[in-house]
């Protein structure tokens, strides 16, 4: 994993465009609304055309990483400003990006109390979180990564639900809690390695025991993020209290913050840790599957029922990272992107109904397919893809997932036992999302509110469709995302001379 020691320049200007949106947005009258609003819009759009030029690497060459550079920040601790993007981050990178103006422009009608700072913190968290998928510094990361707790905060407090205090108070927490620990971690690396540059410290010699605590320190932060079961008690409260945007990012781009971080930092790390506790996290990962999507089952409200599957849809992509073999991490890595696809579009259509109907209780609808048919067919497509459905990009992202932890020795004597329990989730989600469907849309339109309600207009559309798009691309010709994340995967096992051992 070669790094250039120049000044990253392009990456350095990607992560300069939606910060100097928000300085745009903060130096602007709060009067002029409309002028703020389209200025997100215009620079989070801006940040999207701009990341499409990182496709211009050769991502199918050796597997290192491109648009990188290195300069010194704090030189007598070892600590540089590093950026990079290679095949296990370009993905996360184009999805926040093409996720960040959609969550904008779904919120131009909704939002209308304090639209100057809500703008200026979405458009500060689109640079935390492009930052953690950029750096190749520990202490670096870390900021970025502690960064991305207070737009979110705010986001969730403010412009939340009735219980929103609890839930950004409950969010702040638990994440921050898990995060002391990743920052001693870092801490023992960085001192000991005389560098906290990610690619000088992979491989250095680490006591068999010392490489537990720290495998342990970094994968309870990103446990917390994912979040693994039983880690996961703040995501509902979060996704149920946090406004439509705020449910988009989380689901989108936050969640996968945490599976991020075990596949940049813990495999290549601690590879002998990883080898140890995969039948443990595959274990969890099972029961985070047929957990979540059980407690699905049992929601009324819609929103609460999207959150609970994300526990069960993350469970795979955890199951995946941990069958510790080419295609199970390549199959989580797609997961992720699919993930935030669909259930990013879950909660925006969501937010398209509650914004006409102020409830999200399953019971209030039945029969909206005859009122808003247009938008009932967004959803139907979308929710067929968090089902998994063969020819929609979920059934891709967990096909190849089942096959890495079918056959991977990491796992185990019998792998495929894992494998056998979590196709009981994929049943079970079936189960809770047309349960869902059929009790808002089908039946009879028989509620005087629901007759009234009108179908989507323009700018809705406008939202929706890209993510169709992906949908559809995914999942009928995979190919080309597959072909982006190969050889750094590879590379990435190749660094990884325990669990190399093993899977030979």
């Known amino acids: 994993m070669s790094v250039e020691s120049v000044f990253p320049t392009f990456l350095t200007v990607l992560l300069a465009i939606p910060f100097l949106g928000t300085l745009v947005i903060l130096a602007t009258p709060r009067r002029f609304e409309d002028f703020i609003r389209w200025t997100a819009l215009v620079f989070s759009g801006a940040a999207f055309v701009a990341s499409l030029f990182l496709l211009r690497a050769p991502f199918g060459a050796e597997g290192g990483m491109l648009w990188a550079g290195k300069v010194p920040w704090i030189p007598t601790a070892g600590i540089s400003f590093a950026l990079g993007v290679d095949g296990l981050s370009i993905l996360l990178v184009l999805m926040t990006t093409l996720l960040m103006p959609i969550a904008i422009l779904s919120s131009f009608t909704s939002i209308t109390d304090r639209v100057k700072e809500y703008y200026a913190f979405i458009l500060l968290l689109e640079v935390g979180m492009l930052g953690v998928f950029f750096a190749l510094d520990l202490f670096l990361f870390y900021i970025f990564w502690e960064f991305t707790l207070v737009p979110m905060y705010f986001l969730i407090g403010i412009w939340g639900g009735p219980r929103r205090e609890y839930a950004a108070i409950k ?255 994929i049943i079970l989600a079936a189960v809770y999302l047309l349960w869902m469907f059929q009790k808002v849309f089908l039946g009879p339109l028989d509620k005087d509110e629901n007759i009234k309600l009108k179908d989507l207009s323009v700018r809705e559309v406008l939202t929706v469709v890209p993510l169709l798009v992906f949908i559809f691309w995914i999942g009928l010709y995979a190919a080309p995302f597959f072909n982006l994340m190969n050889p750094a995967v590879q590379a990435l096992l190749n660094h990884m001379p325990a669990v190399a051992s093993v899977i030979r």
Not at 182 to 192: E, K, N, Q, R
Not at 240 to 258: D, F, N, R, Y
Not at 360 to 366: C, K
């Open 171 to 425: 969010f702040f927490l638990y994440t921050m809690a898990g995060s002391l620990l990743m920052l001693l971690a870092i801490l023992w690396l960085g001192i000991a390695g005389g560098t906290f540059f990610l690619p000088d410290l992979i491989g250095i010699a680490i006591p068999r025991g010392t490489e537990i605590a720290l495998f342990l320190g970094f994968a309870i932060a990103f446990a917390i993020k994912v979040p693994i079961w039983p880690l996961h008690s703040w995501l509902p409260d979060a996704h149920v209290e946090a406004p439509t945007a705020g449910s988009i990012i989380l689901a989108g781009v936050l969640l996968k913050l945490g599976t991020y971080g075990f596949v940049r930092f813990n495999l290549p790390l601690f590879p002998n840790a990883s080898l140890l506790f995969a039948p443990w996290i595959g274990a969890l990962a099972v029961i985070g599957i047929i957990y979540g999507a059980w407690v699905s089952y049992a929601q009324t409200d819609v929103k609460k029922l999207v959150a609970y599957s994300s526990v069960s849809h993350l469970g795979f992509v955890m199951l995946g990272i941990f069958s510790l073999n080419s295609i199970g991490i390549q199959g989580a890595i797609l997961q992720m992107v699919n993930h935030g696809i669909s259930t990013g579009g879950l909660f925006l259509l969501v937010g398209m109904l509650y914004e006409r109907r102020h409830t999200r209780d399953l019971d209030a609808f039945g029969g909206i397919w005859k009122a808003m048919p247009v938008y009932s067919a967004f959803m139907l497509i979308v929710t067929l893809s968090s089902m998994g459905l063969p020819g929609l990009n979920g059934f891709v992202g967990e096909f190849t997932i089942l096959m890495g932890s079918f056959n991977s020795a990491a796992l185990g004597a019998r792998p495929w036992l894992f494998t056998a329990f979590s196709t009981i989730g």
